[in-house]
């Protein structure tokens, strides 16, 4: 079977002031990585646009209005320092959730192996009510609550991979018994949540901080000895990847020391828990990473083990 690729060009249309990290050009750099030959072997589907339903699953009505009538009608909106809206905001934002919803559903019907949803903005800081860090709903934990909700899930992996805490997933999740989420990220940095004793109302989150500059074979380590045997427990249904590629030595937002190299293990082994207890089934999302040239490889990389993995699938 095959995996594949949800994007839209709505998502080009959130725009963000001149200098900021999170830009159009992102997404333009993924776009053309992933037009090469090597990828002719995806299935390249449109997002659809999510509904407000879809939005309800994780955030209240009144949140949403906000959002919507925040919105300009030209230039921009600061909803804090960090987070942005232009007139096309909220249609790349339904595209983002919809992207994300179409391709569970894709997978948990079996047309397709796995997929990888680039769309923006990202996600994994949106908490329940408030926008943050360039995110304005949960894509990846609405993802997750269609699942449970709507295809009858009880257990739904989340792996957040991103270098920041995906503070909003985890609020979230804080209280869903039918999730575990898990994060690895820099600490410290921005949000400054992700400490490892928050653990969930459930004991359904697990943090793993990492320290300034941590390498790859930390990384290794970290996942080797902890996420990747509580993950193998958890016996997951469908696994949910927060796919930043912002941990790469190159980012300019943070410190850590991953290569392209490093994703493409992760990848491997979340590709192997899932494969062990849930018929590979995986649906990773574009959150962070704002080295063009680093997310533009990072992103090939684990795309490419995606592509791989799909084909060895049965089906
Ligand atoms: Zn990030």
């Given at each position: 079977?095959?995996?594949?690729?949800?994007?839209?060009d709505d998502c080009l249309r959130h725009v963000t002031p001149p200098g900021h990290p999170e830009?159009?050009?992102?997404?333009?750099?993924m776009a053309r990585a992933l037009a090469a030959g090597d990828f002719a072997a995806l299935d390249?589907?449109?997002?659809?646009?999510?509904?407000?339903?879809?939005?309800?699953?994780?955030?209240?009505?009144?949140?949403?209005d906000r959002v919507v009538a925040a919105i300009p009608d030209d230039g921009w909106v600061a909803l804090d320092a960090d987070t942005?809206?232009?007139?096309?905001?909220?249609?790349?934002?339904?595209?983002?959730?919809?992207?994300?919803?179409?391709?569970?559903?894709?997978?948990?019907?079996?047309?397709?192996?796995?997929?990888?949803?680039?769309?923006?903005?990202?996600g994994h800081h949106a908490e329940t009510a408030t926008a943050m860090?360039?995110?304005?709903?949960?894509?990846?934990?609405?993802g997750a609550r269609h699942a449970m909700e709507r295809h009858g899930l009880g257990r739904v992996a989340i792996v957040d991979f991103d270098?920041?805490?995906?503070?909003?997933?985890?609020?979230?999740?804080?209280?869903?018994?039918?999730a575990l989420f898990v994060s690895s990220h820099q600490m410290p940095l921005f949000p400054g949540t992700g400490d490892a004793h928050e653990t969930g109302a459930h004991d359904n989150v697990m943090n793993i901080p990492l320290a300034p500059m941590t390498g790859?074979?930390?990384?290794?380590?970290?996942?080797?000895?902890?996420?990747?045997?509580?993950?193998l427990d958890y016996r997951p249904e469908l696994i949910l990847i927060s796919a930043g590629f912002d941990a790469h030595a190159a980012d300019p937002l943070a410190n850590l020391n991953w290569t392209e190299e490093d994703f493409a293990w992760l990848t491997e082994r979340l590709c192997d828990v899932a494969d062990d207890t849930?018929?590979?089934?995986?649906?990773?999302?574009?959150?962070g990473g704002y080295d063009l040239d680093a997310l533009a490889a990072s992103a090939s990389a684990h795309v490419d083990v995606l592509i791989a993995r799909g084909a060895e699938g049965s089906g």
């Open positions: 079977m095959t995996t594949a690729l949800y994007m839209h830009r159009v050009a992102r997404l333009e750099a390249r589907r449109e997002a659809p646009l999510a509904a407000r339903a879809d939005l309800l699953l994780c955030h209240p009505e009144a949140y949403i942005h809206l232009s007139p096309g905001s909220y249609e790349a934002a339904l595209r983002a959730v919809g992207g994300n919803l179409a391709a569970v559903d894709a997978v948990l019907a079996g047309e397709i192996s796995n997929a990888f949803v680039a769309c923006r903005p990202p860090g360039f995110c304005l709903f949960g894509n990846v934990a609405i270098v920041h805490h995906g503070n909003g997933t985890q609020d979230l999740m804080w209280s869903e018994e039918r790859g074979a930390e990384m290794r380590r970290a996942y080797e000895n902890e996420v990747l045997p509580a993950l849930c018929e590979g089934r995986v649906v990773s999302t574009l959150e």
